[in-house]
């Protein structure tokens, strides 16, 4: 089944002098299941077009279907509902929430997404922190962790709704050879799961 579908779209930036075409023409087709990279230098468009895949921008111009529904004419609260129920964001800044525990950062899409009542959230939580190794370090607070460990989290937090769609932003840009590989490696991992 394809999971993103992207027809003809181009995206462009307009600034107050010029405008800047970030895409141009892009078709692709991404098959559910599949681990996909997106490789080439800075600003070349990458990061525009996991914004487009994960419904944070639309396109200028074409069509983006994504889990089988066209999002161009979604308005921000569609877009938002949408975005919680289909899509994990895994993100190079990781993202994490430094007034809550790792255990609160992973159950947060579950509150804000799912309404799952607290059983239910405790049991997918706590699976999903032992499954990337952090079941130990729960009660903590991201300030107390390292690169590695907060990457781990934010692996959690994007799968804990298991959504159709797991978008990665260089998310191991900050991390040194060692942990990147290793949260790569948890990433292929859980994708088989």
């Known amino acids: 089944m394809d999971v993103v579908k992207l027809e003809q779209v181009t995206k462009t930036y307009q600034t107050d002098t010029v405008a800047v075409q970030a895409l141009r023409g892009i078709n692709l087709t991404l098959e559910s299941g599949k681990f996909i990279s997106f490789i080439g230098p800075s600003g070349s468009g990458k990061t525009t077009l996991l914004n487009l895949m ?17 999002i161009g004419g979604m ?12 899509i994990g964001f895994i993100f190079q ?5 430094p007034v809550l525990t790792v255990y609160e950062n992973v159950e947060y899409p579950l509150i804000m997404v799912r309404h799952e009542n607290i059983e239910t959230r405790r049991a997918l939580v706590l699976d999903l922190l032992e499954r990337v190794g952090m079941g130990d370090q729960k009660n903590k607070y991201p300030a107390q962790l ?22 990665a932003d260089e998310p191991t840009a900050n991390l040194d050879h060692e942990t990147a590989y290793s949260v790569i490696h948890l990433m292929h991992e859980m994708k088989n799961k």
């Not at 200028?60 to 889990?67: F, P, W």
């Not at 308005?75 to 289909?86: I, Q, T």
């Open 146 to 167: 390292s690169g590695g460990q907060k990457q781990r989290v934010a692996v959690a937090r994007a799968l804990v709704t298991n959504p159709k769609i797991v978008l």
């Open 54 to 70: 994960g419904c944070l921008d639309k396109p200028t111009e074409g069509t983006v279907t994504l889990a089988g529904q066209s």
């Open 93 to 97: 800044s990781f993202n994490l929430i």
């Open 75 to 86: 308005n921000r609260k569609e877009s938002a509902l949408f975005r919680g129920a289909h």
